[in-house]
């Protein structure tokens, strides 16, 4: 279903949305545009990495 090749891509790019994320959290105003944004980015990364972790956990099946 998911390629390795394709599971190591979308699994450096999960990490570095959420790390990235992370690593910006405590440096922006609660409340701002750039709060709001690094929240959704945090988001996505997790989410992304979920449906990832899933799809991986299935095909070994």
Avoid at 6 to 23: D, N, Q
Avoid at 36 to 42: D, G, H, N, P, Y
């Amino acid at each position: 279903m998911i390629s390795p090749q394709m599971g190591r891509a979308v699994l450096r790019i999960v990490v570095f949305l959420v790390v990235t994320s992370l690593i910006l959290l405590p440096f922006v105003r609660p409340g701002s545009a750039e709060f709001v944004v690094t929240l959704i980015t945090l988001a996505l990364g997790i989410g992304c990495g979920i449906v990832l972790f899933v799809l991986v956990r299935r095909q070994q099946h």
